[in-house]
């Protein structure tokens, strides 16, 4: 079974570029979620999509992050511009759907922002 | 608004012995938590799943809930090496899609 994919495994981003995430979900879930950790906040989520619909946009987040959902198997986060506060683990995660479902997690990217 | 809190932030057990970690939420009408797993620079992975008050196993791992006293706790049973990770503690308020999560226990087993 495939799990929730994540690329790129690594980036480096110099301040003031713009990078994309990616992720794909494990298939027939419904649900994809896109969190930010940090070792000082922990897991912070961003985006929240419910059968590609957009259902939380990461009030704080909302200016220079953008989360898309092309279609029920590709996910994209855009950072635009990249400042050096933004580097942290970007986590994927999907789920059936539902509060009671499990989420299941990629292995994550590792932005690094100079 | 739900808040949870993990202790220790750090623990050691040897290899064999019992581990046991804590978490403590502030709003006891939530009936949905989890325990995850993270390896490091890995995604993270669901242990256990609990829905009521009471215990429920997945293998080494179980998990304990007692809402009136706000606590959930999982405990790993003959824990080893491979079992050193961060392990964090998820609460979902009901029929609410926003997941509250603790900071981490970091556990290692020692051989």
């Known amino acids: 079974d495939a799990g929730v994919t994540q690329t790129p495994r690594h980036e480096v981003a110099e301040k003031g570029q713009t990078i994309i995430l990616k992720c794909e979900p494990v298939?027939?879930?419904?649900?994809l979620f896109w969190y930010r950790q940090t070792k000082i906040q922990g897991l912070e989520l961003l985006s929240y999509f419910r059968s590609k619909s957009l259902m939380e946009d990461g009030g704080a987040f909302k200016d220079r992050f953008k989360a898309e959902m092309l279609n029920s198997s590709f996910s994209t986060l855009k950072i635009q511009p990249t400042e050096p506060k933004d580097s942290a683990v970007y986590l994927c995660?999907?789920?059936?759907?539902?509060?009671?479902?499990?989420?299941?997690f990629g292995s994550g990217t590792r932005l690094t922002v100079l | 608004q739900q808040k949870v809190q993990q202790s220790p932030e750090s623990l050691t057990v040897s290899e064999g012995a019992m581990a046991s970690l804590n978490c403590t939420f502030s709003?006891?009408?939530?009936?949905?938590f989890r325990w995850y797993r993270q390896h490091s620079a890995k995604g993270l992975e669901v242990l256990v799943s609990?829905?009521s008050d009471g215990e429920k196993e997945e293998g080494r791992f179980t998990a304990h809930l007692n809402r009136a006293n706000l606590h959930v706790s999982l405990h790993i049973r003959e824990p080893q090496p491979s079992d050193s990770a961060v392990y964090l503690c998820a609460v979902s308020p009901d029929s609410n899609y926003q997941l509250i999560w603790g900071s981490g226990t970091k556990l290692i087993i020692k051989p």
């Open positions: 609990i829905f």
């Open positions: 995660a999907s789920s059936l759907g539902g509060s009671a479902e499990t989420l299941y």
């Open positions: 298939s027939g879930h419904n649900d």
């Open positions: 709003d006891g009408t939530s009936n949905n």
